[in-house]
C-alpha cells in the first residue's frame, strides 16, 4: 500500500482549533493513518516524502450547494431544456475538476437534471472520473411549474410529495432537496411566497427520513423559513429572510427556533457578495444597485445575527448561478471571515467539519484526523492569518492521491 508523509509548517485540523507546527501528517492508501509531531516520525522507510516548511496542510474543502450542470451564466429555462443530456454532464464533468484544482474535495450538488449526475457520482468514487467527491440530489422536488421546475420534480399535495421523494430516494439521491419559496432564477416564481404549506413539507420530511435521507429546502421568504422549520428540515438553503416589498425582514424569535431544532443554514454567498458597492456599481445601475446593496447588507447582519444566536451556519455558495463559478469557491470563504465576522478559522471549519457534519460524512471527511479519509489541502502560507492563502494552492489530494 502506498504511503505518503506530509510535513507541513503548520496544520489546520478543521474543527475550529488553531494551527499546530511542527507536525506531520501520514497517509496509506486512502485514509490518513498517524498525526502527530514530526520528530517523533523517525525514517521514511520508502514512503513519498513531501516537505512544505512555508505551507499549511488543511481539510480538503466541501462546498454545500453547487449545480454542476449550471453554466454560471445567465441560462433561461428554455436554454435548459434544448440542451442535451451529453451537453450537461460534460459541463458537470468540467465544474467538479475545476473545483478540484481549487482545492474543493466534496460538492453537494442540490439539482441537475433526472439522475445523470449519478454516473459521475459514481465513476469519481471507483476512480475511473477524477473529480471531488458528489453527495447528490439529484431533480430538486417542486411544484407544478414552480422553481427549478426545469431541472426538478414536480409535486403538488402532501401525497405526490411523499411520492416525489421516494422516487428521487429510489434514483440514487443521497439527499432530498425541496423549494419550499420560489427562486429568482425562474420567471413566474416570487421568492418570497412559500410553494407548499408546513404540513405538506412535514410529509416530505418524514417520508426522506423514514428511508435514511437528509431533506434540505431551499427558503428565501420568511413565511417559507417558518414553514420549513415548522416541518423539521434539516437544512435551510439561502435563508435570506426576504419580505414584502423584497427587503430583509429578518425575525430573531424564529432563528432562535432554527437554533434550538439544531437545524444547519447554508446561506450560498455567491460572486456579488465578495464585491464591493464601487465594484457592483460597474455591473449594475444604479436604479437596480441601491436596493441591492442594502438588501445585501441586511441579509448579511440577519446571518450575524444568527451566528452570535449559534447558528451553524456551512459554507456554500451557489455555484453555477450567474458569476458564480466552482473554482471560486475558497473566495466565499473570504466573505465568511470578513463579513460575516467568522474569522478565518471559524470560515474554515464551516468549509470543512461542520459542513461534513451537515452533509452526513463527517465520519469519513471534514478532519484531518487517523482513519479519515485522506482529502487534503496544502497552501503557501498561513490562512489562519490570511484566509485569501487558500487561493495559493499547492496540492491538493483526493482520497490519498496527489490530484495537483
Not at 422553481?147 to 402532501?158: I, L, N, P, Q
Request: glycine share 10%; hydrophobic share 45%.
Amino acid at each position: 500500500m502506498n504511503r505518503l508523509i506530509i510535513r507541513p509548517g503548520a496544520v489546520i485540523d478543521g474543527t475550529g482549533a488553531p494551527p499546530v507546527r511542527g507536525q506531520a501528517v501520514v497517509l496509506s492508501g486512502r485514509e490518513i493513518e498517524w498525526v502527530g509531531r514530526a520528530a517523533e516520525l523517525g525514517e521514511a522507510d520508502g514512503a513519498q516524502v513531501i516537505d512544505a516548511p512555508a505551507a499549511t496542510l488543511l481539510p480538503g474543502l466541501i462546498d454545500c450547494h453547487v449545480h454542476l450542470m449550471c453554466p454560471a451564466t445567465p441560462c433561461t429555462p428554455e436554454e435548459y431544456l434544448a440542451a442535451s443530456d451529453e451537453e450537461l454532464l460534460v459541463r458537470a464533468v468540467a465544474k467538479a475538476q475545476a473545483a478540484l484544482w481549487a482545492g474543493v474535495t466534496t460538492v453537494r450538488d442540490l439539482g441537475s437534471r433526472r439522475f445523470l449526475l449519478r454516473s459521475l457520482r459514481d465513476g469519481i468514487a471507483r476512480g475511473e472520473v477524477l473529480g471531488p467527491r458528489i453527495v447528490m440530489a439529484g431533480p430538486a422536488i417542486t411544484r407544478t411549474q414552480g422553481h427549478f421546475h426545469y431541472m426538478g420534480h414536480e409535486a403538488d399535495t402532501a401525497e405526490a410529495l411523499r411520492a416525489a421523494v421516494r422516487h428521487v430516494v429510489d434514483g440514487g439521491a443521497d439527499v432530498v432537496k425541496i423549494m419550499a419559496t420560489g427562486g429568482r432564477t425562474t420567471p413566474g416564481t416570487d421568492p418570497e411566497a412559500p410553494q407548499f404549506a408546513a404540513e405538506d413539507l412535514r410529509a416530505a420530511v418524514d417520508e426522506a427520513h423514514g428511508l435514511g435521507k437528509r431533506l434540505t429546502a431551499h427558503v428565501h421568504g420568511v413565511e417559507g423559513i417558518r414553514n420549513a422549520v415548522a416541518a423539521g428540515v434539516d437544512c435551510l438553503e439561502h435563508c435570506s429572510w426576504v419580505g414584502p416589498g423584497d427587503i430583509t425582514a429578518y425575525e430573531p424569535a424564529l432563528a432562535e427556533r432554527i437554533v434550538d431544532q439544531g437545524m444547519f443554514v447554508s446561506p450560498t454567498f455567491g460572486a456579488r457578495s465578495r464585491l464591493t458597492r464601487e465594484e457592483l456599481a460597474r455591473e449594475m445601475p444604479e436604479p437596480r444597485l441601491t436596493p441591492f446593496w442594502d438588501r445585501q447588507e441586511t441579509r448579511l447582519e440577519a446571518t450575524r445575527h444568527m451566528i452570535a444566536l449559534g447558528a451553524k451556519i456551512v459554507a456554500s455558495d451557489d455555484a453555477g448561478m450567474p458569476n458564480t463559478h466552482t473554482h471560486e469557491f475558497p473566495l466565499t470563504l473570504q466573505v465568511l471571515a470578513t463579513k460575516l465576522g467568522m474569522g478565518p478559522l471559524g470560515a474554515i471549519r464551516a468549509a470543512t467539519s461542520l459542513a461534513a457534519e451537515a452533509l452526513g460524512i463527517q465520519r469519513e471527511v471534514g478532519a484531518i484526523a487517523p482513519g479519515k479519509r485522506a482529502d487534503l489541502l496544502l497552501v503557501d502560507g498561513d490562512p489562519a492569518v490570511d484566509v485569501r492563502a487558500l487561493t495559493h494552492v499547492r496540492s491538493v489530494i483526493r482520497d490519498g492521491v496527489i490530484v495537483r
